[in-house]
């Protein structure tokens, strides 16, 4: 039996915790069953698992939102779109979480825990230090009436524990991409359901909450396998249909440890903030723990809703390679119409002062010849202030030794003094047209062939040996600005 059938009339979700930026790790997720959903013809849920209180806030749910809808992948219910299955908030769903509390209760299926903090804490480290392994003993798990009521007259409030099942000691997950894994239940121990407040856990509620919404698959994080074996028994103990599970690899640095700060930024609005675009991420993230069928590595999403299956998902590690985003967020920016770069350019523009809050009719043409000049040469947005601040500054310093040689070339006074001429006879506004006629002209003028004209040119007017292309150069720098480093270099070096 082919283990990835069953995707007719699918329904997965994505149910993040709002207590922090939405992670690379938590888009990935979102993307993946995203994906699932649309070539199937199924239905996306996005749900808000907010039941750790002193961390959610409403800050971090807003960041989810935003950053889901700026990468394109919308949901067909859930939270801010609603549907039959609400409501899609785990704060808003307790009375349901204390239903099926009180029914393990009563079935015995769990039991009430009076042990403190304090003593769980005692009980972990006599455990480890016998060299045990660490789990719950289950003091409370046979206690009478009598000593319940003993122990609520101190003052204690329960935790409610799930009863696991002595028998069997084993839990198999039949894994979408993993294959069958099984798990030994013999050390587990019993664990918390419902917090001493009355708040549901993890496993517990997102149980609760799959069955009720008729999830069929789960697609998540590797990390979430352990989790896996609890959550089974708890759909066995309730009677619940449980979903298929498919368990996606870790996202790990190029040192092969796990993804943090120091292998680059972590949450999606760090990388929209530096200048990627949606599509270059959501191009970059599949990439990680997914092949392609081909050679191929640049996909619309369009295209991956084509082609992606989870058969294609690997088990081993995913490794995040900044280099590898970077290229594939140039190839969007090339593949982008200009008026979408100016827009998305002017506002880090404006951040760095370089512009004020509202542009000049000739600030907005500026801009403009300066993303047509370097767009090429561009791997995020925010880029952009560099190569501005470049062409703003008097002077361009130069960058090695390399372009240093150049200017000492024995034509490059000859070629400097003709071209400062030309400018300076210039009557009309510098344009692209006028940048290459006058180029055109000094090479003629000095009967020398094109990279004699050209490199001491570059070099002398941006102090590098590479970059845009002159007759951009040349307009966005202006007649004062060329002048100026003309000027400043016949000084220096040609007199």
């Known amino acids: 039996m082919n283990r990835l059938q069953n995707f007719s009339q699918m329904r997965v979700r994505f149910a993040p915790s709002p207590t922090g930026p939405f992670h690379i790790g938590g888009a990935r997720s979102a993307l993946f069953n995203y994906l699932m959903a649309r070539k199937y013809g199924g239905k996306l849920i996005v749900r808000i698992e907010d039941t750790d209180l002193e961390r959610s806030s409403s800050e971090s749910e807003e960041n989810i939102l935003t950053s889901l809808r700026w990468l394109g992948l919308d949901w067909d219910e859930g939270i801010l779109v609603g549907g039959d299955y609400g409501p899609y908030r785990q704060t808003e769903r307790l009375e349901l979480y204390q239903k099926y509390a009180q029914q393990l209760l009563e079935e015995g299926k769990a039991y009430y825990c009076y042990c403190t903090d304090v003593e769980l804490e005692a009980e972990r480290k006599a455990l480890l230090e016998q060299g045990e392994m660490v789990g719950y003993m289950g003091k409370c798990r046979n206690l009478s009436d009598r000593e319940r009521k003993s122990l609520e007259a101190e003052g204690r409030k329960p935790t409610v524990r799930f009863r696991v099942p002595t028998e069997g000691h084993a839990v198999v997950v039949n894994d979408l991409v993993r294959g069958r894994v099984t798990f030994d239940t013999s050390t587990m121990g019993d664990y918390v359901i419902v917090k001493s407040d009355g708040i549901p856990v ?278 004062e600005g060329c002048l100026n480093r003309i000027s400043a270099v016949l000084q220096d070096t040609c007199v």
């Open 202 to 479: 993890y496993n517990f509620a997102c149980v609760i909450d799959d069955a009720l919404m008729e999830i069929s698959h789960v697609i998540r994080g590797e990390e979430h396998l352990s989790n896996t074996p609890r959550q089974l028994l708890l759909y066995q103990a309730l009677g619940l249909k449980n979903p298929q599970f498919a368990h996606v690899s870790l996202i790990l640095g190029k040192d092969r440890t796990k993804m943090s700060k120091r292998h680059g930024a972590t949450s999606v609005t760090a990388y929209r903030e530096a200048g990627y675009l949606p599509e270059a991420l959501i191009n970059f993230l599949v990439l990680l723990g997914w092949s392609p069928p081909g050679e191929e590595e640049i996909f619309s999403l369009e295209e991956l809703i084509q082609l992606f299956s989870l058969d294609r998902v690997a088990k081993n590690p995913a490794v995040f390679d900044l280099d590898k985003l970077r290229w594939i967020n140039g190839h969007y920016i090339r593949q982008s119409s200009i008026k979408r770069l100016v827009d998305l350019s002017i506002p880090y523009l404006q951040q760095a002062g370089i512009f004020a809050s509202v542009l000049t009719p000739k600030e907005q043409a500026w801009v403009e010849l300066l993303v047509a000049a370097v767009r090429e040469r561009l791997s995020s947005l925010s880029e952009i202030v560099q190569e501005a601040r470049a062409l703003l500054h008097h002077e361009a310093p130069l960058e090695s030794e390399e372009a240093q040689a150049v200017l000492r070339e024995e034509q490059v006074s000859t070629v400097l003094h003709c071209f400062k001429q030309k400018i300076m006879d210039l009557e009309e506004p510098l344009d692209v047209d006028r940048a290459k006629s006058l180029l055109k002209q000094v090479t003629k003028e000095t009967k020398l062939g094109g990279r004699k004209v050209f490199m001491p040119l570059r070099v002398a007017l941006t102090g590098k040996m590479h970059g845009a292309e002159l007759y951009y150069l040349i307009p966005l720098l202006d007649k």
